[in-house]
């Protein structure tokens, strides 16, 4: 409070309660000078409050109707910015408000289209009328994926439309909101979907072909490899048969011409007869050794490729790692050091051609990883328990990296360089193990290199007797 005989600012209101304070205190019958100026500075200090309130009332006033400008301001910017047609009704189905894109379908401003009936924007022909969104509103439903037919400068058009009620403060429905996308920008954008699928399916289709032809190339390449070496044992041996039948029939030529004993003997020595006969027997049984392992691998053949429709049933899986290391890790990488430790019987329930794949490409997988490095070895062994026969196939190669060990049975993902995978392998074995009930896992080595456990069910104590 100002010390007494202290001036008040002019436009203070306890200025003007003080220039009146002379006639005020006169104005109070049986009131005493202090007291009449005591009464005084309560009322200024009253207005000074009032005055105060009244202040901060405003700046909170002003605050509030800044945040609802910018509030105003962001939902017409979404509004303007939406490329969907957007028609807000009231109760009555009449047009309170619209967006842009509104404005540019029906060839109108905002102005010309608020006031009018939802009716008129609806062409004739469309299978959902007015009267159906006013019995939406009614029931108090969505609309949801309808489909309406528009009537615009162009002519009509087909329109996909959602709709949902529209509230006030107190919760009452006052009207709908319209939310609409022409159906021809969604046909396009389906078009374009189902095009761009059919071109991945397409490529897919190529990749997987291609996958295949890679696993016959391997198959063939080993089935090549391992018929190399029955069919040149053969192939020698019947050069040799022909060099013993043509001292055979040397020999005979003269026996039956009549040759005397002497001649004979002579002929017999120079045509090493004796040598020929001992030599026939070897001869005859090698290339009948060749014969019936060319015919073991042709059986194999037939045994893994024409097992595609039939049931599954116990196999020898034995076999079929043996086979599958003989024709890929053999072949590729003759100076490999190959260890393999399976028990004995060893045998799994399923297709082995389908087995034999997985295998195969494991094998190869490995000897790729391991290729140019020195000391490379491949060990496998297996182990059969509870029910399960399992298979680890480890590579001394540089591993999997940490960051895409989780991915290596991805469609598509490979560490090879362009031109060498698919990225395809391991994930069609990974289908195949799944299809088998089986599984296929990847994981790192403590000592380095790679390791690939195939896990199968062993086929049952009764199957095997």
Not at 365 to 373: K, L, S, T
Request: net charge negative.
């Amino acid at each position: 409070m100002p010390a007494q005989g202290q001036d008040l600012p002019k436009d203070s209101p306890r200025a003007g309660a003080r220039a009146l304070g002379g006639e005020a205190s006169s104005v109070i019958p049986g009131a005493a000078p202090a007291e009449a100026d005591q009464a005084w500075i309560a009322v200024i200090r009253k207005m000074d409050e009032t005055y105060a309130e009244l202040v901060s009332q405003q700046v909170e006033l002003e605050a509030k109707n800044d945040a609802l400008e910018e509030a105003q301001g962001f939902i017409a910017g979404l509004v303007g910015a939406m490329t969907d047609l957007l028609i807000a009704c009231d109760l009555s189905g009449r047009v309170e408000q619209v967006n842009r894109a509104a404005e540019r379908a029906f060839g109108v401003t905002a102005d010309d289209l608020v006031g009018r009936p939802l009716a008129d924007l609806i062409d004739r022909s469309s299978r959902a009328t007015a009267q159906d969104v006013l019995a939406t509103m009614a029931s108090r439903r969505r609309i949801v994926d309808s489909e309406f037919t528009f009537a615009t400068p162009e002519g009509p058009e087909q329109v996909a439309v959602n709709g949902a009620l529209r509230f006030d403060t107190r919760g009452r429905a006052v009207g709908i909101v319209l939310v609409g996308r022409p159906l021809g920008e969604l046909r396009r954008a389906y078009s374009d979907l189902a095009a761009a699928h059919e071109h991945l399916k397409h490529t897919q289709q190529q990749l997987v072909h291609a996958e295949k032809m890679a696993s016959l190339g391997r198959l063939v390449a080993g089935v090549a490899h391992e018929l190399n070496n029955p069919i040149s044992f053969v192939y020698g041996n019947a050069h040799a048969l022909k060099r013993h039948a043509d001292r055979l029939v040397a020999y005979l030529d003269q026996v039956h011409a009549g040759a005397d004993q002497a001649a004979l003997a002579a002929a017999r020595a120079a045509l090493r007869i004796d040598r020929t006969r001992a030599d026939l027997a070897p001869t005859l049984a090698g290339m009948l050794e060749g014969a019936e392992r060319v015919r073991d691998i042709v059986a194999d053949l037939r045994r893994f490729s024409s097992d595609q429709r039939e049931a599954p049933s116990p196999f020898d899986l034995a076999a079929v790692v043996r086979t599958a290391v003989d024709w890929v890790a053999k072949s590729q990488m003759p100076d490999l050091a190959i260890a393999i430790d399976l028990p004995e019987p060893f045998e799994s329930v399923g297709h082995p051609g389908h087995i034999h794949q997985v295998m195969m490409n494991l094998v190869q997988n490995a000897v790729d990883a391991m290729e140019g490095r020195p000391g490379a070895r491949l060990e496998i062994t297996g182990t059969s328990a509870q029910g399960r026969a399992r298979v680890t196939v480890r590579d001394t190669g540089p591993g999997i990296a940490d960051a895409v060990l989780g991915r290596v049975f991805d469609p598509f993902f490979t560490t090879k360089p362009v031109g060498k995978g698919t990225g395809l392998g391991l994930s069609i074995c990974y289908r195949i193990v799944a299809e088998h009930q089986g599984a296929l896992d990847a994981a790192n080595h403590p000592e380095g290199g790679a390791v690939m456990t195939l896990t199968l069910p062993a086929p049952p104590a009764e199957a095997k007797e």
